[in-house]
Every structure is written in C-alpha cells, then in structure tokens.
C-alpha cells in the first residue's frame, strides 16, 4: 500500500524562507519517497510507513533547529500501488 501526502512548509520570521524551503526539499529528496514539487506545496508517496516517519523526522528537524514554521500536512486515501 502507497500513501500520499501533501506537504505545506512555511518558514515564519526569516529573511530567507526560500533557503530553508530548499533545505527541506533536499532532506526529504534523500529518503524513499516519490517527490513531486509544486508551487505552493510538495507532494510525496511511499510505503505509508515511510511517509508517516518521513513526517515526523521533517517536524523534528525543523523543531530542533528551533526555527518558527507552519507545517501542514494532508493526506490522501491510500492507493494499491
């Protein structure tokens, strides 16, 4: 089973936010997911036990580098696939 998720990172309080958008597109680009950017969020997909840690360790990170962010997450009903 394949999970889909929908990710909406928003870096508040920086003068970089494009930096740090960037930073995590090549941290989740380094695990085993499908990756597809778009303008306004990133959706990714895998074995949905990947994608849930794969949430966790992005909201991890972001917390331990004590960095204000909104994070949302949506997700789409599993696929066989």
């Given at each position: 089973?394949?999970?889909?998720?929908?990710?909406?990172?928003?870096?508040?309080?920086?003068?970089?936010?494009?930096?740090?958008?960037?930073?995590?597109?090549?941290?989740?680009?380094?695990?085993d997911?499908?990756?597809?950017?778009?303008?306004?969020?990133?959706?990714?997909?895998?074995?949905?036990?990947v994608?849930?840690?794969?949430?966790?360790?992005?909201?991890?990170?972001?917390?331990?580098?004590?960095?204000?962010?909104?994070?949302?997450?949506?997700?789409?009903?599993?696929t066989?696939e």
């Open positions: 089973m394949k999970t889909i998720a929908q990710l909406t990172y928003i870096p508040l309080y920086t003068d970089h936010p494009k930096e740090q958008v960037q930073d995590l597109l090549e941290f989740v680009a380094q695990h997911v499908e990756v597809d950017v778009n303008y306004l969020s990133t959706s990714i997909k895998g074995d949905t036990d994608v849930f840690d794969l949430i966790r360790e992005v909201y991890d990170e972001m917390a331990v580098e004590n960095q204000k962010f909104r994070f949302h997450v949506e997700l789409l009903s599993p066989a």
